[in-house]
Nanobody
């Protein structure tokens, strides 16, 4: 199984980025997908989740209204559209696949991508 995250980079505060995570080696349409992030010196934290069908989404309070998670099962890809970025969004962003259990806890995820770095300059 491989989850390949991409789309990170350097952006000014108030700007936008779209992260992508391409999956292979698993039946993508049967997994929920999540995005987590880890800032320097901090623990990994939940950012967003989308159910296998795309019908259900959840967001961390810190990104609600600014970030949008979506998926394309035909392309085995999950996206994270990030708007109005803030300096506190600076982190390495990871995508992950979950079969069952609470989407909020990283320990419930079965597979992880390698991460893509997002830096927001103020």
């Amino acid at each position: 199984v491989q989850l390949q995250a991409s789309g990170g980079g350097l952006v000014q505060a108030g700007g936008s980025l779209r992260l992508s995570c391409a999956a292979s080696g698993l039946t993508f349409s049967t997994y929920g997908m999540g995005w987590f992030r880890q800032a320097p010196g901090k623990e990994r934290e939940f950012v967003a989740f989308i159910s296998w069908s795309g019908a259900i989404t959840h967001y961390a309070d810190s990104v609600k209204g600014r970030f949008t998670i979506s998926r394309d099962n035909a392309k085995s890809t999950v996206y994270l559209q990030m708007n109005n970025l803030k300096s506190e969004d600076t982190a390495v962003y990871y995508c992950a696949a979950i079969k069952s259990g609470s989407y909020y806890y990283s320990t419930n995820y079965n597979y992880w991508g390698q991460g893509t770095k997002v830096t927001v300059s103020s």
